[in-house]
C-alpha cells in the first residue's frame, strides 16, 4: 500500500493513491469493528495522546475508540485544565509532550495552522483533528468512505456542500479531496457565507438551493458554525431554513438514489428538516459516524507503520 506521509495534517498534501490506500485500509476496519471481538494489536506497545483545545465530543469519543481498538495506551489531556490555560506557549507544550515519549498526538486546536506547528516540534506522528478554519482531514475522509460504499466510486460524481462555507474546515478538506478524486463540486449558500475567492476552488457556486441541487448524487449539509461567526451573516434562522434548509420539496430536485449527509452535531429545522435526516433510504448521517472510527484506524495504523520505519532507519544509523 502507498502513504508516505509522517503526519496527517491535512488533505492538500495527498496523492489520490494515499487517499485510497486510507479509504481501502478502512473497508476492513469496518468489517472488524462488525465483529463481536473489535480488538487488534497492531498499535500495542503505542502511546495516543488526545489533546483537543476546542471541544468535540463525538471526534474525540472517535479518535480515543479507535486508538484502544487497536490496542494504542490512550490519554486523554484536560486542556480546559492545563498550564495552556495559565499561559504556557504553544512551543513549551511541545517540549512538555516531547518528554512523555508519546508515538502519535491527536489535535484539535481552533487556530489555524497551530497543528502544523506542533507537528515540527514533536517527535511522534501527529493527527489534525480540526484547526480553525483550515482542515478538518480525518472528516473528509470519512465523508469519501461513505460516499464510496454508498454509491460504489468515488469520481464523476455530483456533489453539493450546502451551507456555512466560509466557516467550514469540513468544507475546505471535503472541496480539496473530492477534487482531488475527479468529481463535479457544487457549493451552496447565501453569498455572507462564502469565503472569499471561491471561484479560484475549481468548484460551482450557487446561492439558490434548487439550481445547485439539480441532478446531485450527494448532498451534503453544513452546520452553521456561530461560533465563528462575528456580525451577523443570516438574517434569521428560520429565514435561513426557509431558503437554504434542506426539506423533501428542495431535495426532489436532486436524484432520486441521491444520499444526504452532515458532519454533525446537526442543527434540526435550521440546516435540515429532522425527516430528512432520519430517512433511512435517502439519509447515511449515522453510517458517517461509523465510517469515522475506521477511517481513524486506517489513519492512525499507516502513520504508526511509517514511524516505526523512521525509528528503525534512525536506530541503524546510530549502530553504523
Known amino acids: 500500500m502507498t502513504f508516505r506521509a509522517k503526519h496527517l495534517l491535512g488533505i492538500e498534501p495527498l496523492h489520490p493513491e494515499e487517499i485510497r490506500t486510507v ?8 468489517e472488524l469493528n462488525r465483529r463481536t471481538v473489535k480488538q487488534s494489536d497492531v498499535l ?17 469519543a472517535s479518535f480515543e475508540l479507535a486508538g484502544k481498538r487497536l490496542g494504542a495506551d490512550v490519554m486523554n489531556m484536560a486542556v480546559s485544565q492545563s498550564s495552556v490555560k495559565k499561559g504556557e506557549t504553544l512551543i513549551d507544550t511541545a517540549l512538555t509532550l516531547n518528554a512523555m515519549h508519546p508515538d502519535l498526538l491527536v489535535v484539535r486546536h481552533q487556530n489555524s495552522g497551530a497543528v502544523d506547528q506542533l507537528a515540527q516540534k514533536v517527535n511522534c506522528a501527529v493527527l489534525n483533528a ?34 456555512d462555507i466560509a466557516h467550514s474546515r469540513v ?12 468529481n463535479r463540486v457544487r457549493l451552496i449558500g447565501p453569498p455572507t457565507l462564502m469565503p472569499t475567492g471561491v471561484q479560484e476552488f475549481g468548484v ?33 434562522e428560520r429565514e435561513y431554513f426557509h431558503r437554504y434548509g434542506l426539506d423533501a420539496e428542495k431535495l426532489s430536485h436532486a436524484k432520486e438514489d441521491a444520499i444526504v449527509m452532515h458532519p454533525g452535531p446537526m442543527n434540526r429545522g ?7 435526516a432520519d430517512d433511512i433510504n435517502r439519509s447515511v448521517i ?21 514511524l516505526r520505519a523512521e525509528r528503525g532507519r534512525q536506530a541503524v544509523g546510530e549502530w553504523a
Not at 479509504?23 to 469496518?30: A, F, G, I
Not at 468544507?171 to 475527479?182: D, F, H, P
Not at 465510517?291 to 499507516?302: E, I, N, S, W
Open 23 to 30: 479509504l481501502d485500509l478502512s473497508d476492513k476496519y469496518v
Open 130 to 163: 480540526g484547526d480553525g478554519r483550515h482542515e478538518h482531514p480525518t472528516q473528509a475522509l470519512l465523508d469519501a468512505l461513505t460516499i464510496r460504499r454508498a454509491k460504489g466510486r468515488l469520481h464523476r460524481l455530483t456533489i453539493a456542500i450546502c451551507g
Open 171 to 182: 468544507a475546505r478538506s471535503n472541496i480539496i479531496l473530492l477534487g482531488k478524486m475527479e
Open 286 to 306: 449515522q453510517e458517517q459516524v461509523e465510517m469515522g472510527v475506521a477511517v481513524r484506524m486506517a489513519a492512525m495504523d499507516l502513520l504508526a507503520r511509517n
Open 204 to 236: 460551482e457556486v450557487y446561492d439558490d438551493m434548487k439550481a445547485g441541487l439539480a441532478d446531485a448524487d450527494v448532498v451534503m449539509m453544513l452546520r452553521l458554525q456561530k461560533e465563528r461567526m462575528d456580525g451577523a451573516f443570516i438574517p434569521s
Open 270 to 276: 435550521v440546516e435540515i428538516d429532522g425527516t430528512i
Open 44 to 60: 500495542a506497545g503505542m502511546t495516543q495522546i488526545n489533546m483537543f483545545f476546542e471541544n468535540s465530543t463525538r471526534t474525540q
